[in-house]
């Protein structure tokens, strides 16, 4: 049977992120996780939809992607599709050619896992390797430190304390309270949780959300931020302890995170709360 490459639409993401969720597992390399979906329904299920891509094989998905951003796909197969040379042959066609909907004309990126052959198949049409990024994992088969300050779960009540600390912590963020109800909406964030720390004053410091993939898979942390009035006193790492104790609260196996590895502070962070630093990765990228 070909490879039939597919837009889910909205009543077809719930099947996307199912198999996303069967498909982590601790000794996979990084990959496309269901709480990236979860972070990009921010802006609705339909805009999650429109950036959805999938390719099947007899109506069975073998391959999810994510268009995250303009010219970026974020790519992930199923394990044991890793080598399949057909569909990777028809990744690179799909990925290469605009009139396919995937990727536009000009400088793109794809993010594939380590060790699929779609990665050589890139390679051997042009496609370089861009900056590095580093893969971290925090082992949750034992008990987690206390994070040593006040955090709360935030709920519907309280969206607007974790939206105004996301905007605190990423210059040009634009997560408004809308957005925090929209994604809080989606199917991923059944098994999700955000997370607010707070100084001995009361004063919001820092944010991240979880996102657990079922009992005994990996979860994920996305994202992560610092009040930028309150950086410098540990609070990244707290609120990094205070993750990984929550995902290991709702059965995660292991806590993953992935930064640029130009971004020493954020590596030095997640290294401090207890990840352990994983080789790095790198996206495939087509010149302009």
């Known amino acids: 049977m070909a490879i039939v490459l597919g837009e889910p639409g909205v009543d077809g993401l719930s099947e996307a992120v199912r198999v996303l969720r069967e498909w982590q597992d601790d000794g996979a390399p990084m990959q496309l996780h269901p709480g990236d979906l979860g972070w990009f329904w921010r802006s609705g299920a339909e805009a999650t939809a429109a950036a959805v891509r999938t390719w099947s094989r007899d109506g069975r998905i073998l391959a999810v992607g994510l268009l995250d951003g303009p010219g970026l796909l974020r790519l992930t197969i199923e394990p044991a599709a890793h080598r399949d040379e057909e569909l990777a042959q028809q990744l690179v066609v799909d990925v290469t050619e605009p009139e396919r909907g995937v990727l536009p004309e000009g400088k793109a990126n794809v993010e594939a896992p380590v060790g699929a052959l779609v990665q050589d198949l890139l390679s051997e049409h042009g496609w370089n390797t861009d900056e590095p990024w580093t893969p971290l994992r925090h082992d ?90 309150h950086r410098g006193h540990g609070y990244g790492k707290a609120i990094t302890v205070a993750a990984a104790a929550a995902l290991q609260e709702l059965g995660s196996s292991s806590a993953l995170v992935c930064t640029p590895s130009s971004n020493v502070g954020a590596v030095a962070t997640y290294k401090a709360a207890g990840f352990r630093q994983c080789p790095e990765v790198r996206d495939r990228y087509r010149p302009a």
């Open 140 to 229: 949750l088969t034992e008990p987690v430190k206390d994070p040593g300050v006040r955090t709360e779960v935030v709920g519907p009540e309280r969206a607007q304390v974790r939206t105004a600390v996301q905007r605190a912590s990423f210059d040009g963020s634009r997560f408004t309270d809308e957005h925090w109800h929209a994604m809080a909406a989606g199917l991923p964030y059944a098994d999700a949780r955000c997370l607010v720390a707070y100084d001995d004053r009361g004063n919001a410091v820092a944010a991240v959300t979880v996102w657990s993939a079922g009992p005994g898979k990996p979860g994920l942390l996305e994202p992560m931020g610092v009040h930028r009035e």
